[in-house]
T-cell receptor, first 113, second 114 residues
Framework: AQSVTQLDSQVPVFEEAPVELRCNYS??????LFWYVQYPNQGLQLLLK??????LVESINGFEAEFNKSQTSFHLRKPSVHISDTAEYFC???????????FGKGTTLSVSS | DAGITQSPRHKVTETGTPVTLRCHQT?????MYWYRQDPGHGLRLIHY???????DKGEVSDGYSVSRSKTEDFLLTLESATSSQTSVYFC?????????????FGEGSRLTVL
């Protein structure tokens, strides 16, 4: 079974609409969870991460994600998206040994006006 | 700037030829990784290193080898390139201090095998 599952491969939304990108993880990975963003023709950069503590984590550009242990989920949300949020988003988790980061297949967020 | 560079950034080669991609870091971090990115597959781990001469396989290691003879360089070699290895290859380093657990990525190396 896939260790990190992103449930939507593509999410099209209109500007200023809310968005949720869904991510579930399996018991084969740790609960050190990350969201990375990749803008067109660029490398990946960290958006936010959960290591411990508060289950709600926020990024500097308005995204937030909530760690839900009972649902084994780490969904990413933003209440109002901008055109500039158009990118590919990757959910990731460390393996149980804590040596390697395992990625989901990615979700392409397309924001239109 | 995480101090990570990949070379070459673009390469076109023919089936059966050897190819080496280089990842160089200036931060002296212990862990380094090679991933490949393909549409519909996300990022898949090829190999990683946790120190000089210490490496381990990832999910898609067949057809690839790596070497790390010094802390700052992590080389990925395709001994005999195949068309299925056409991909974008990303190197990453893992923060040892401060931003623990976070990976910093290079800008990628686009490899086309004809």
């Amino acid at each position: 079974a896939q260790s990190v599952t992103q449930l939507d491969s593509q999410v099209p939304v209109f500007e200023e609409a809310p968005v949720e990108l869904r991510c579930n993880y399996s018991s084969s990975v740790s609960v050190y969870l990350f969201w990375y963003v990749q803008y067109p023709n660029q490398g990946l950069q960290l958006l936010l991460k959960y290591l411990s503590g508060s289950t709600l984590v926020e990024s500097i550009n308005g995204f937030e994600a909530e760690f839900n242990k009972s649902q084994t989920s780490f969904h990413l949300r933003k209440p109002s998206v901008h055109i500039s949020d158009t990118a590919e988003y990757f959910c990731a988790a460390y393996n149980q040994a804590g040596t390697a980061l395992i990625f989901g297949k990615g979700t392409t967020l397309s924001v239109s006006s | 700037d995480a101090g990570i560079t990949q070379s070459p950034r673009h390469k076109v080669t023919e089936t059966g030829t050897p190819v080496t991609l280089r990842c160089h870091q200036t931060e002296n971090h212990r862990y380094m990784y090679w991933y490949r990115q393909d549409p519909g597959h996300g990022l898949r781990l090829i190999h990683y290193s946790y120190g000089v001469k210490d490496t381990d396989k990832g999910e898609v290691s067949d057809g690839y080898s790596v070497s790390r003879s010094k802390t700052e360089d992590f080389l990925l070699t395709l001994e005999s390139a195949t068309s299925s290895q056409t991909s974008v290859y990303f190197c990453a380093i893992r923060a040892d201090r401060g931003r623990a657990g976070e990976l910093f990525f290079g800008e990628g190396s686009r490899l086309t095998v004809l």
